[in-house]
């Protein structure tokens, strides 16, 4: 079925709460292990109506934030989601009751009891209204964002629409870019810094009510983390600091020589070659036939997976104006049917974020069609989901070309290179939202000196150059994740180890790569993240020594293939 013809009715709240206290009766009866699966597998469908509206109006609401309806609709799902998501919890909580349930364990996957234990440490009934609240906070940002428009070059532009004469040639062109988009920010700053105050202190006193200390606590539990916890992050970010960083310093001079801009300031960076950045052939039309053609000869999956995709038209992915940035793949369970939402501007990341969503929806399809995958565990933790996106982005390289022609060599090191360099920005944004969420009476002003000293420990070839927005320490407020899902932002790391790895093992024999990648994919959410990156072959990041040694190879192979 196609999107257009998917119709949209609000769900009756009441019936739906009555039949989750059904379930959770049944789940705390189930007289054995046979009886309590099929129940759990039960309640996890029940919930696809529910989620696939709550969707619909999701997409519709990000399509066009200026839309009433839609809004509407995005409030009613605002202000009752909290009360069908604790309603999920209590069905978990009787399923934990029960003595047989550590049988969901061996038949449905180490994730299950796991994750249901999260659950219940998460949330319940007592943090309804702060959720409530929290929601309503982050659909403000969303329309701050959402409504952002600009004036440059004589036009009015989105904040994507920027992209583009932020990677020109020009030096005065990128400046005035960066210029018009501080601008938008900074004439919001006090909305900006009043809402992340806010949305601290809610999240804060969730955690204190459920008996946390502060929400950089209680998020492990809330992301799901299984098998690792805290101090493995820590671990992990002071490996990146230690081990990586000193790495990028030389691959940020390798891009000052290619680019021939002797000091680049924050303005320069996004340009990464003399005679410009890598272009993807213009054009909706062309782009999804070249999608068509690559996901076809990728693999039997992958072309039955984008036919349906296109065939269905679930992708929006042009930017115009009220349309959220950023991007994103969502399931419509009822209809087993992945969409894919982004806003293209014309620069390579517009591959970037095709190659990523489907990555995401592609694992999200085979998930969908496979019984022995309950509909809540189709999709793995953040952090695992991650690699899905991540991996095929690098998966897809030896049909980059049918996207990039004459410009693919520029776009494969482009690629690998922001990708490595990522991981020092993906780590201080989380060492960031620890230091305010242990810190939550800090002023504005020093959030911001927090986020320069970061900086300065995790990009410190970075120059600001007295950039408005930027240069005062507020250039993480243009980070969504921040404000919409904290601390969801180093899964992005965690999962880019295992991307490069997959890149790393993909340029020796393709072949097993896809076939160590397939694998993982076809686990969904029934693994943990160990799990994962264990029945792929690939290394844990969080071991001594891990993130050095991929960090060397990758900064060898950047060496080698300067354009």
Not at 33 to 49: C, G, K, M, N, P
Not at 75 to 81: A, I, Q, R, T
Request: aromatic fraction near 12%; charged fraction near 25%.
């Amino acid at each position: 079925m196609k999107f257009s013809e998917m119709t949209y009715t609000r769900p009756d709240i009441e019936a739906l709460l009555a039949q989750c206290r059904e379930f959770a009766a049944r789940a705390a009866a189930a007289p054995d292990s046979q009886s309590l699966t099929a129940l759990y597998f039960e309640q996890s469908r029940a919930f696809a109506d529910y989620t696939t509206a709550s969707q619909l109006v999701n997409i519709h609401y990000t399509c066009d934030t200026r839309d009433a309806y839609w809004k509407a609709e995005q409030d009613f799902f605002d202000d009752n989601g909290p009360a069908v998501s604790n309603a999920q919890v209590e069905i978990f909580r009787s399923f934990l009751a029960n003595p047989h349930v550590d049988a969901l364990a061996e038949t449905i996957g180490s994730t299950c009891v796991a994750g249901m234990k999260n659950a219940v440490l998460g949330m319940d009934d007592r943090t309804v209204e702060l959720q409530k609240e929290f929601n309503g906070l982050v659909s403000q940002y969303q329309q701050i964002y959402g409504g952002a428009m600009v004036e440059l070059d004589g036009k009015q532009l989105t904040i994507p629409q920027l992209g583009p004469y932020k990677e020109s040639l020009d030096p005065k062109v990128r400046r005035a870019a960066f210029e018009a988009e501080a601008g938008y920010f900074d004439a919001h700053r006090d909305q900006l810094d009043q809402l992340y105050g806010k949305i601290v202190k809610n999240l804060n006193q969730q955690a204190k009510v459920l008996g946390y200390k502060d929400y950089s606590e209680l998020s492990y539990v809330r992301m799901n983390r299984i098998g690792y916890g805290a101090e493995d992050i820590r671990s992990f970010r002071d490996q990146v600091a230690t081990d990586v960083v000193p790495l990028l310093q030389q691959v940020m001079k390798m891009r000052s020589a290619r680019t021939g801009i002797a000091h680049p300031t924050f303005a320069d960076l996004p340009v990464m070659f003399k005679d410009g950045n890598p272009a993807p052939i213009p054009g909706y039309e062309a782009r999804m036939a070249a999608a068509r053609t690559m996901y076809h000869e990728l693999s039997p999956e992958t072309a039955e997976f984008i036919d349906f995709m296109q065939d269905n038209e679930l992708f929006d992915v042009e930017s115009r104006p009220g349309k959220m940035s950023g991007g994103y793949m969502t399931s419509l369970p009822s209809y087993k049917a992945p969409f894919i939402f982004a806003n293209w501007n014309n620069t390579s990341g517009d591959v970037d974020v095709l190659t990523h969503e489907c990555g995401h929806a592609f694992e999200g399809y085979l998930a969908e069609r496979d019984p022995a995958v309950p509909a809540d565990l189709e999709c793995p933790a953040m952090e695992s989901a991650e690699i899905h996106s991540m991996a095929m982005e690098f998966l897809t390289a030896p049909w980059h070309h049918l996207l990039f022609g004459k410009d693919t060599d520029k776009y494969s090191l482009l690629h690998a290179e922001d990708s490595f360099v990522f991981l020092a920005y993906g780590c201080e944004v989380d060492e960031f939202q620890q230091i305010m969420y242990q810190n939550p009476d800090l002023t504005p002003d020093e959030r911001n000196a927090q986020w320069l000293k970061l900086e300065k420990k995790y990009r410190p070839w970075i120059d600001f150059d007295n950039l408005p927005f930027y240069g005062r320490g507020a250039g993480w407020q243009r980070q969504l994740h921040i404000y919409e899902c904290p601390f969801y932002y180093i899964d992005y790391c965690l999962s880019s180890m295992a991307a490069l790895q997959f890149y790393l093992l993909s340029l020796t024999d393709h072949k097993d790569a896809w076939q160590r990648y397939l694998r993982l994919v076809r686990r969904a959410g029934l693994a943990s993240y160990t799990e994962l990156l264990q029945t792929a072959g690939l290394q844990v990041p969080f071991a001594p020594g891990s993130v050095k040694g991929i960090a060397q190879q990758m900064t060898r192979w950047l060496e080698e293939h300067q354009v």
